[in-house]
């Protein structure tokens, strides 16, 4: 009998809990403590002991709304990794180290009085806070955040709490923080801080510091009490209004350090934060990092912050831009499904950008000028991941304006929104406003477009349809590309009524089929199948024991996999399971079906199907 008390389980009204700010963690013990007297083998399954907010009235979801209504209006905005790192580009005594530049001093275990001495040639004397904030509202962009004090300690700002800053440290001697303020509030850009809180490299109490032995350490509690609490009051009291305060790294942090930090959030009624200032803290929203989700966390904000080329901060040898195309596309597919896109950019230690980012963001800005109105504003669209590209919603009264982002132009002339049952009222091109004509047919709405795509990266198409938008479920079925994303919350789950336990669970907003123990329990998908071959299957899924084994099937084709604990059951990774053979089209089965006698419990969040013999480009 597999123990029950090892599989982290959460309470589905959790899923439904917003991210208010204050008292979300009453909350949540109330939730648990709930669960817990009706089931008491869920009392070791409850988050280790985390920072707790201190106890605050709750934000009625309606103030939250309001809050965070900007940001959602707003999808797209600038990331700023700036620092002493930047004066060297992330080269240390010649020699490249690994990784992003703004990791250099801990990479090259570098010693606090050598990394000082970057810190006192920090002088980027061709930083002009309008021109750069003028780039960012060119390209689109709608806020801000900098890094105001990053891992290494030197504060980009006229710090009160340590002269280890722009102003009293560095030749620089301006204080870039409330240039850019200043700059960010004439041009009608939210401003917002990056604030790294626990992670400080500099002070003997900070976190992360284990080269320097010259080092006297104090405890995490005083660097908290005579640097970050400081600092962050500053930050939120004498630079205007701050739109958001973006916490990172929460790492080893006593209570009493979380709960001095988010109380002076209260200074900004008004700002938002993200989800990174302690463990389980959930923040207005979640941050995910470089990556896109596949899919969206449910009934949570969050934003993906990706860096423009491959570091964050500037590193002389990263030449991997990110192509324009590539940046438009993603933003297209984070609003798709409801985020916002947060783009890295890294200036030099002279204070300007690259010319490949400037060049990308020129050119974002000229593909929003025109296409704009399909982003800002939007939401995630039921209508999820066509074959041809991906769409955004905007509801306007009675009628919706889907904004159909076409990646792919039919060659056929003939685009098909499978599923939507809604009445057309009109279809136009955003690239110059042509009118387009549209027909019901069986698989939903055909849009009949120019032989040529308006834009070659993502052309949109306006389609306007009456009321709220109706989508048939199809069954879903491998795309252009041979590929198929079975989601845990699409799964049909046998076995598991009255006593038995496996059901739909979240982890970090994502769902997947968990509290998985008994081995006659086991989930379904009903498919398409269009083109007949060879699938390969893989699984996003995390298993704590040692291994497990289960069986996947598309009607009577099957593998047996045999998958390797992943870790811990918070650790999701693709394993490859094998593939299947599909020998003819029509309507299948798919089913996990664990091997009794050698299965343990885990967490199942997607399966994948892959046609082999199909590249990306078909
Ligand atoms: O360690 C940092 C890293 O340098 C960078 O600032 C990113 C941005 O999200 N955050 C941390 C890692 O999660």
């Known amino acids: 009998m597999p123990d029950r008390n090892k599989q982290p389980r959460f309470p589905s009204s959790l899923a439904r809990l917003r991210s208010a700010r204050h008292g979300l963690f009453v909350l949540v013990a109330v939730v648990f403590a709930t669960s817990r007297t009706t089931t008491q083998h869920l009392s070791a399954q409850r988050p280790a002991a985390q920072p707790t907010a201190t106890q605050q009235p709750t934000e009625s979801p309606d103030a939250n709304a309001s809050r965070i209504a900007w940001w959602r209006e707003a999808k797209f905005g600038m990331f700023v990794h700036w620092g002493v790192y930047s004066v060297v580009g992330g080269q240390y005594k010649g020699q490249e180290l690994p990784n992003s530049a703004e990791w250099m001093m801990a990479r090259g275990k570098i010693p606090i009085a050598e990394y000082e001495q970057y810190a006192k040639q920090f002088n980027p004397t061709a930083f002009d806070a309008d021109k750069f904030v003028g780039l960012a509202k060119r390209a689109g962009m709608k806020y801000l955040v900098i890094t105001a004090k990053h891992h290494d300690g030197f504060a980009m700002f006229d710090s009160k709490a340590t002269a280890y800053n722009v102003v009293d440290f560095s030749p620089f001697g301006r204080d870039i923080m409330s240039e850019l303020a200043e700059a960010c509030q004439k041009q009608g850009i939210k401003f917002g801080f990056y604030y790294s809180q626990a992670q400080d490299w500099h002070h003997p109490g900070g976190f992360g510091n284990g080269w320097d032995k010259t080092i006297k350490r104090v405890s995490s509690d005083q660097y908290v009490s005579e640097k970050a609490v400081p600092e962050v009051r500053q930050l939120l009291t004498e630079y205007g209004p701050i739109g958001i305060f973006w916490w990172d790294t929460p790492r080893a942090m006593s209570e009493a350090a979380f709960n001095s930090l988010h109380s002076l959030t209260k200074l900004q009624p008004d700002v938002l934060t993200n989800d990174r200032l302690g463990e389980n803290f959930p923040g207005d929203y979640k941050t995910f990092e470089r990556n896109i989700p596949r899919q969206a966390p449910h009934g949570k904000d969050w934003e993906v912050c990706m860096p423009i080329s491959g570091s964050w901060g500037y590193k002389k040898s990263d030449t991997d831009f990110k192509s324009t ?246 650790r999701y990774v693709r394993r490859d399971l094998g593939t299947i053979r599909v020998s003819q089209a029509g309507r299948k089965s798919v089913r996990v079906i664990p091997a009794p006698g050698s299965w343990q419990p885990m967490n199942l969040r997607q399966l994948t199907l892959k046609r082999e013999g199909k590249t990306d480009a078909d």
């Open 325 to 570: 195309r590539t940046l438009i596309r993603n933003l297209a597919d984070i609003a798709s499904k409801g985020g916002n896109y947060l783009l890295n950019v890294s200036p030099t230690g002279t204070g300007t950008l690259l010319p490949q980012a400037v060049e990308r963001l020129e050119q974002i800005g000229q593909w929003m000028q025109t296409n704009g109105e399909s982003i800002y504003g939007t939401t995630a669209s039921l209508i999820g991941k066509p074959d041809w590209g991906r769409c955004t919603a905007k509801a306007t009264g009675d009628s919706t304006a889907l904004y159909l982002h076409v990646f792919d132009w039919p060659q056929d002339g003939k685009l098909v929104i499978r599923g939507l049952e809604n009445d057309v009222q009109s279809a136009s091109l955003l690239d110059g406003g042509q009118i387009l004509s549209t027909q019901t047919v069986d698989d939903g709405v055909l849009v009949s477009v120019p032989a040529d795509p308006p834009d070659a990266d993502d052309s949109v198409i306006k389609l306007v349809v009456s009321g709220t938008p109706e989508v048939r479920s199809l069954l879903p079925t491998p795309g252009k590309d041979g590929v198929l994303e079975l989601f845990a919350d699409q799964a049909f789950i046998h076995n598991n009524e009255g006593s038995r336990d496996a059901g739909l669970r979240e982890h970090d907003g994502i769902p997947h089929v968990g509290y998985w123990l008994d081995d006659q329990a086991w989930v379904e998908w009903e498919i398409e199948i269009r083109e007949p071959g060879v699938y390969q299957v893989s699984a996003v899924m995390s298993v704590q024991e040692s291994q497990t084994e289960f069986r996947v099937s598309v009607n009577d084709s099957q593998l047996s996999a045999s998958v390797p604990s992943t870790g811990s059951y918070g």
